[in-house]
């Protein structure tokens, strides 16, 4: 009988296909049973949306809570991008981690939890995104597919803009052209996610697809939080024992402090996104 | 009370919630007790169809499931939909005993 129940909608047979196999299990099935299925099938197709007010209002809080995180964990990987350059030039941070080792080993540890939860980010977040997408193609949804191209241009812009940079080596005005591609991929990283955010949100989801995000979810937070701690004790050690690291090429520690400021922001959005996420029902519905 | 959104479901939704009235209980448990309190042998087509519509109208609620069976009770507001469904039962009930005795008297 578990071919029959297959042409049940999928959201009715993640509800209910389970006990009612048990429920065919103990019933004598006869030729009315089967036309019975196959009404109620028909039925299902037509009426059946899967989605009760309580259930719906759960899918709100989990995609909102996606959305929070999303946009927290840009936030903070600009915090996170700028410390990266605290070992720059590279020499004069090496000299130093041979007097205190413990400078090199916290700022690999940053590197490496912050590339840890980049990882989750993406492992969570793709399929979410594909999904978002494939399902915007199926049914046509211009809403979302505007949104999705508005964020691809911008990678596109961004790749495009960073690569005649490259190629082009400006020798005058250097400064301003900088400023320029720092300002303008600023603008199109802001914009690439609201884009992105308004695909996600303007989505249909199921719950079964939305719950695999759960575990990326809770290995971003731990990243974002274990770094940002690591950063500031990292900052606040430099400070007393090597100022002299903060004054690289062109920056000070005001872009560290900045970092710093701009992580603990993204932090804090994001446990809130994930707090809101995390609704009661939800996490039965993962134990079930 | 939503009963119309029920549809042709609205018959094997009294007797589910007639059946729940007693206490909770699974799918297979309530097509047993139906069959028992009134001979009709309802199939699982009809019966999950009307589950889900009561499940989505509130007057039903899932229990947690216990080996592959989800057991359902009856919601505060799915007693009141029952009373008055029984209520408006039991004067169709009077109103055609009373014409059968009037026609009887012929």
Known sequence: MRWLLKLYPRVWRERYEDEMLTVLEDHKITPST????????????????????????????????????????????????????????IPDFQMINTIHPEFGVMHNAIFIVGFISFLAFLIGGLPIFYISVRRAYRDRKQNVL?????????LLLFAIITVILAIWHPQAHIYNILIGYLLLSALLLVVGIVAVSFVIART?????????????EIIILFGMLASL???TILITRITANAPQLFITQDVSSTMFITGIIIMSLGTIFAVIGFKRGTVVQFEQFIQE | MRSNELGRF?????????????????GYAMMEDIKLFCGTQLEPGTLYGAISRLEKQGWIEA?????????????SEGIIALREQVATLEQVSMVGKKRLATLEGF
């Open chain 1, 146 to 154: 505007s949104s999705f191209r508005v964020a691809v241009s911008c």
């Open chain 2, 63 to 75: 229990l947690v499931t216990e080996e592959r069976r989800r057991p359902y009770r009856l919601t």
């Open chain 1, 229 to 231: 701690v690591l950063s």
């Open chain 2, 10 to 26: 609205s018959d094997a939704s009294f007797l589910i919630l007639s059946s729940l009235a007693n206490g909770p209980k699974h």
């Open chain 1, 204 to 216: 249909e989801f199921q719950l079964s697809e939305l719950k695999f995000v759960y575990i990326p």
């Open chain 1, 34 to 89: 089967v036309f019975d299925l196959l009404l109620g099938a028909l039925d299902a197709n037509f009426h059946y949306n899967g989605f009760t007010e309580e259930i719906s209002f759960m899918l709100d809080r989990v995609r909102s809570g996606i959305v929070m995180i999303f946009c927290s964990f840009m936030l903070y990987g600009i915090g996170w991008s700028l410390l990266q350059r605290l070992n720059d030039p």
